[in-house]
């Protein structure tokens, strides 16, 4: 796994600085200073989606209370938002 590159300047952005600016619309590469956009166009962007009906099933295979369903749910809410940085890629502008 590895953090976006700048479009522009192709260096590398740390996790912390990809962390600050992933919930921007335009996000400014701390090295060349230009706009950059998330890239909607990744492909696999929806594979985290597949992770609710498998939860599910396994909540319901291993007869988890409404509270262990809540608590893994929790769980995995954080990890995907954590992992945001790992899977955001950078395009410019007007692409």
């Known amino acids: 796994m590895h953090t976006p590159e700048c479009s522009y300047c192709g260096e590398k952005w740390s996790y912390g600085q990809t962390f ?3 919930f921007k619309i335009r996000m400014i590469c701390p090295h ?3 706009e950059n956009y998330y ?3 990744k492909k696999g962007g929806w594979l985290p989606l597949l992770a609710i ?3 599910l099933g396994l909540a ?3 007869n988890l209370s409404s509270t262990g369903i809540i608590l893994i749910g929790c769980l995995l809410m954080i990890l995907h ?3 945001i940085p790992y899977r955001t890629r950078l395009q ?3 692409k």
């Open 32 to 34: 060349c200073g230009k």
């Open 92 to 94: 410019k502008a007007g």
């Open 20 to 22: 600050k600016q992933v």
């Open 60 to 62: 319901i295979l291993l």
């Open 53 to 55: 009906p498998i939860f």
């Open 81 to 83: 938002i954590l992992t």
């Open 39 to 41: 890239d909607a166009n």
